[in-house]
């Protein structure tokens, strides 16, 4: 199938041939017919799927067609809400380079930096607006941001937003939309308040679900050290120096603990940066900017920076720190392994850390395998192992795209004998 399979028109198509899309992806396949029915969607869908395409297409594509109807000075018909202003400023991209030849206009507004400038750019008139909720508020309170001309809502990471405390901001959001608009729902995960947010929000949607999180940890290599927390940073020390690797993403739980394993791998000479919260704006972008070009092959982030980082070809996901809810795991080493590639996931364990490990297991129905074979192996994993047992469920059948453990493919599997081979 190809995207002009999908009656996408001429100029997004000339759009996305230069963009270098050639085929929709599954996301794109599945949810683009029914946007452009005008239909509400539900969609569970990451980061990495081509969901942001699968959006923002049939909203250039809608507004393109209704461009005469609006006279005077461009008035906002869209509104993208996303949770971190790097996948704000990333989804706004995406809207400028599929909306080049469309005329459309869009811009980015989120918190951290000074208004003026997105006051500026709101006053010269916008078609499509992204936001992250907190300076959208704000703006709308001074009377900047007016929502009442609105037709396309999309809420995007709804599971982020929730996890970031945002749901009082988006309620307060919806309740100034107008009732008549096509509203787009996207999540990673749909636990039961994620459902019950999207009833507020969605008339009747249809739904997509495009990927089971459990299928992105199957085509991930994963792999657990049993290590002190004090002797953690020589452990990523010796595998940045022993492991081959093209480019590592390290998780740190805090921005304090990413800023200090920098400076430990800068002091073994591995060239490193940070990024998180509390780093200015240009900062990021700029560590940013050097990881993509290849500059830096480590870059450490806490959870939430890391939300907006979009690198193809991400190697190596090594989580410095085990996170405390399985779905944030999930998410993490959905970043390396994308578009079909497999990716490395090396994820540490202190003995504070073991019942999050146990829970991981719970959640992704996998055993991961344990690295015996360094330096600073702690306890004894065996031991270690019997003490948090894990059930793991009967793989199910023939569920949407999903591969289960029990159910991996013969290539998979070979792949992962010959990996550990290799390391035990
Ligand atoms: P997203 O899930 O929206 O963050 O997209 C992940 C990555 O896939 C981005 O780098 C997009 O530029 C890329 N992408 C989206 N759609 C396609 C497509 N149809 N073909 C190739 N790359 C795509």
């Known amino acids: 199938m190809t995207f002009k399979d999908l009656e996408i028109i001429e100029p997004i198509l000339r759009a996305l041939r230069a963009e270098g899309y050639s085929q929709p992806t599954p996301i794109q396949k599945q949810a683009i017919p029914i946007l452009l029915r005008k239909k509400d969607l539900l969609a569970c869908a990451q980061t990495g799927t081509g969901k942001t395409a699968a959006f923002a297409i049939p909203i250039l594509q809608h507004l393109y067609h209704e461009r005469d109807t609006y006279k005077g000075p461009r008035k906002t018909r869209a509104l993208v809400i996303t949770p971190t202003r790097e996948l704000a400023i990333q989804i706004a991209d995406s809207f400028t380079a599929y909306g080049k030849f469309t005329g459309l206009k ?14 500026q750019s709101l006053r010269e008139g916008v078609d499509i607006l992204i936001a ?3 300076r959208l508020l704000d703006l709308m309170g001074q009377g900047l941001v007016t929502l009442k001309d609105l037709r396309y809502f999309v809420l995007d990471e709804a599971d982020r937003m929730l996890d970031m405390g ?56 994963q792999s657990v050290y049993f290590v002190s927390k004090k002797s953690k940073s020589k452990l990523l020390v010796h595998l940045l ?4 690797y093209d480019s590592a993403l390290v998780f740190s739980r805090t921005k304090h603990g990413a800023n200090k394993i920098v400076r430990l791998l800068e002091k073994a000479g591995i060239n490193a940066n940070a990024i998180h919260g509390n780093k200015s704006q240009s900062a990021r972008q700029q560590a940013l900017g050097k990881f993509k070009s290849g500059h830096t092959n480590v870059l450490v982030a806490t959870d939430i920076a890391a939300r907006g980082i979009d690198v193809e070809e991400l190697s190596h996901v090594i989580n410095y720190d085990l996170p405390n809810i399985p779905e944030t795991y999930v998410h993490r080493i959905g970043r390396t392994g994308r578009a079909g590639a497999s990716g490395i996931a090396l994820s540490f364990c202190d003995t504070e850390e073991k019942t999050y490990l146990r829970d991981i297991q719970q959640m992704i129905n996998q055993k991961i395998p344990v690295v015996t074979a360094h330096p600073f192996l702690e306890d ?37 004998r010959t990996y550990w081979r290799k390391r035990r």
């Open 106 to 119: 869009n811009t980015v507004i989120f918190g951290g930096v000074k208004q003026g400038v997105q006051v």
């Open 132 to 134: 992250t909720p907190g």
């Open 166 to 221: 945002f749901i009082h901001d988006i309620r307060k959001i919806i309740a100034q939309l107008p009732v008549k608009r096509q509203s787009l729902f996207f999540s990673a995960t749909m636990p039961p308040d994620i459902v019950d947010l999207s009833r507020k929000i969605l008339g009747n949607p249809e739904k997509v679900i495009v990927k089971p999180e459990q299928t992105t940890a199957e085509k991930v290599d």
């Open 241 to 244: 120096q022993t492991e081959p």
């Open 380 to 416: 004894n994993p065996e031991e270690v192992l019997e003490t948090m047992p894990v059930t793991l469920q009967k793989p199910k059948q023939a569920q949407q795209g999903s591969q289960r453990d029990g159910n991996v493919s013969t290539s998979q599997q070979k792949r992962r």
